[in-house]
C-alpha cells in the first residue's frame, strides 16, 4: 500500500475504521491497532492470481483504496475518492462485472489522474451513472480520438444534455408564465435593496441622485483574509471603491418581473424547418425597471459564426449601462426595443424545438422575457456544487486551455466559450 506524504489527514477520523487493514493508513485511528498479516503485501501480491485445476484466475482487491497519484496533486481528497470507488464498486458488483473492486479503483484512478478538482467530482458521478446503468463501455480515455458527429447527430447528443424541469427549476429558470398573484400583491413594493451597496431605497425614487458607494467585483479568500478582486482593499476597510449616482436593482421575483415587463413563450413561436442549435449571450444594464436586457448576441453553434449582435433599447430610464461587463457605452434612438426583438428571434432564430447554448442562461432568458425550456447549459453540465457554479472564464479555462474575459468584454467571445466547451464534452461522450 502507499503512505501518506503529510500529516493533512491525521486528525481525521479514518471512514474504514471498524475495518481497515492499512499498513500506512492516511487517516486517524485513534490508538494503536494489530495489522492483519495481509497488509505487509504489496497490491501486485493482493492481486495475485489463484489456480482453479489448471486455470489461473485473477483475485480481486481486497480493500477499496484509491491509487495514490505520484508526482501530482491529488483533484479531490482521498476520503471523496473512497467514496466514488466504493460506489463504483457496488455498481458493479450488482451487474456481475468481473473484479469489480480492482476494475473500480483502476477506474477511478484513470479518471482522476486526468481530471482538475473543477471537474473530478463531476466526471465521477457520470462515470458511475453509466456503471449503475451497465453501459458496456465504462471508461473512454481521454486521449481518445475526437469524434465527429454529424448536424443530426450533434443535435440528438444535445437533447440528451437538456436538463429535467425539475432541474431547470432547481437553477432559477422560470418554466411557465407566474399565475396572477394575489391582488395585494400587484402592488409594486416601494422598498427595495440596492443591488450593490445593499443599502435600503424607495423605488419610486430610483432617478433621483444620491450616493451608492460599492466594489464592483467580489470578494476572494487569501490566507485567512477576505479582500476585493477590484481594488485589493481588505473587506470592511472602505463602504466601496466605485461609486454611482443611483441605487439600482435586479427583480428576481416572477411575478414582480412580469409586472414589470410580460413573458413570451417560445411555443408561440412557428416549427422551424430545421433542427436549430444555437449559442446565445445576453448583457444587461440597471434601468429604472431593474436589470434589464441591452445587447443580445446570437452564433451559429455549428459554424461558430455571428449571426446576430444588437444593442437593444429597454422600456426603463436608464441609470447605468455596465460598460465594463456589457461593453456598451450608448443606446442608438434606431435600436429596436424588446417587443420587436421578440418578434425577430420567433420569426427568423428560435422556436419550441431550438436548442439555447450558453452559460448561466436562466439570466438570458430572463432578460429577454422567454420561457424556453430546450437549453443545455454549462453551468448545469459542469456544477461546482448543488449552490454554487463555476465562473464561466474557470470552465473555459479548464476544458479549452483558453483565457476570455480578460480584457474588454466580448459576449461573443462568451458565447463560443460555451459552445465550443459542449462540442467538446458531446465529441468524448457521444
Known amino acids: 500500500m502507499f503512505k501518506s506524504s503529510s500529516t493533512l489527514f491525521t486528525k481525521v477520523k479514518c471512514p474504514k475504521l471498524s475495518e481497515c487493514v ?36 485473477p483475485k480481486d482487491l481486497l480493500i477499496l483504496v484509491p491509487k495514490p497519484l505520484i508526482g501530482q496533486s491529488a483533484p479531490a481528497p482521498i476520503s471523496q475518492r473512497i467514496i466514488f470507488v466504493t460506489e463504483l464498486s457496488k455498481a458493479y458488483i450488482k451487474h456481475n462485472v468481473p473484479l469489480p473492486n480492482k476494475k473500480a479503483v483502476d477506474n477511478e484512478f484513470e479518471i482522476a489522474k486526468t481530471s482538475s478538482s ?15 446503468r451497465n453501459e458496456i463501455e465504462y471508461f473512454k480515455p481521454e486521449k481518445s480520438q475526437v469524434k465527429q458527429l454529424t448536424k443530426e447527430e450533434t443535435y440528438i447528443a444535445l437533447k440528451r444534455l437538456i436538463p429535467t424541469l425539475t432541474t431547470l427549476k432547481r437553477n432559477q429558470y422560470i418554466t411557465e408564465p407566474p399565475t396572477s398573484p394575489q391582488v395585494q400583491d400587484l402592488i409594486a413594493k416601494d422598498l427595495k435593496k440596492c443591488d450593490r451597496c445593499h443599502e435600503d431605497f424607495n423605488l419610486s425614487e430610483i432617478t433621483v441622485k444620491t450616493s451608492c458607494k460599492f466594489h464592483e467585483r467580489k470578494k476572494r479568500r487569501e490566507q485567512g483574509t477576505f479582500y476585493w ?29 412580469k409586472n414589470l415587463i410580460p413573458f413570451r413563450e417560445t411555443a408561440d413561436a412557428k416549427k422551424a424547418k430545421e433542427q436549430r442549435i444555437i449559442g446565445l449571450d445576453c448583457e444587461m444594464g440597471y434601468t429604472s425597471k431593474g436589470l434589464e436586457l441591452i445587447r443580445l448576441t446570437i452564433v ?11 444593442i437593444i433599447k429597454p422600456s426603463g430610464v436608464v441609470l447605468d449601462l455596465n460598460t465594463t461587463w456589457s461593453g456598451v457605452s450608448e443606446i ?24 439555447m447554448v450558453g452559460h448561466g442562461l436562466e439570466n438570458d432568458l430572463n432578460a429577454l422575457r422567454i420561457i424556453h425550456h430546450n437549453v443545455v447549459d454549462t453551468s448545469i453540465l459542469f456544477p461546482k456544487s448543488l449552490n454554487f457554479k463555476y465562473a464561466l472564464k474557470d470552465l473555459a479555462f479548464t476544458f479549452l486551455n483558453r483565457k476570455i474575459q480578460s480584457g474588454e468584454h466580448s459576449s461573443e467571445e462568451d458565447s463560443l466559450a460555451a459552445i465550443d466547451i459542449v462540442k467538446l464534452h458531446i465529441s468524448r461522450n457521444d
Open 229 to 257: 478582486e477590484c481594488c485589493e482593499q481588505i473587506v470592511g476597510e472602505s463602504p466601496g471603491c466605485k461609486e454611482s449616482e443611483h441605487h439600482v436593482f435586479k427583480s428576481i421575483d416572477p411575478f414582480e418581473m
Open 332 to 355: 442608438p434612438e434606431t435600436s429596436m426595443t424588446l417587443s420587436q426583438l421578440q418578434e425577430q428571434l420567433f420569426n427568423d432564430f428560435i422556436d419550441y424545438e431550438t436548442i
Open 118 to 132: 473543477l471537474v473530478y467530482n463531476n466526471k465521477m458521478k457520470q462515470f458511475i451513472r453509466k456503471a449503475q
Open 300 to 310: 451559429d453553434f455549428y459554424t461558430g459564426k455571428t449571426t446576430f449582435d444588437e
Open 22 to 57: 492499512l499498513s500506512y493508513c492516511p487517516f486517524d485511528h485513534h490508538s494503536k491497532r494489530r495489522l492483519s498479516s495481509h497488509t505487509h503485501h504489496s497490491e501486485k501480491e493482493a492481486t495475485k492470481r489463484q489456480k482453479v485445476g489448471n486455470i489461473d484466475i
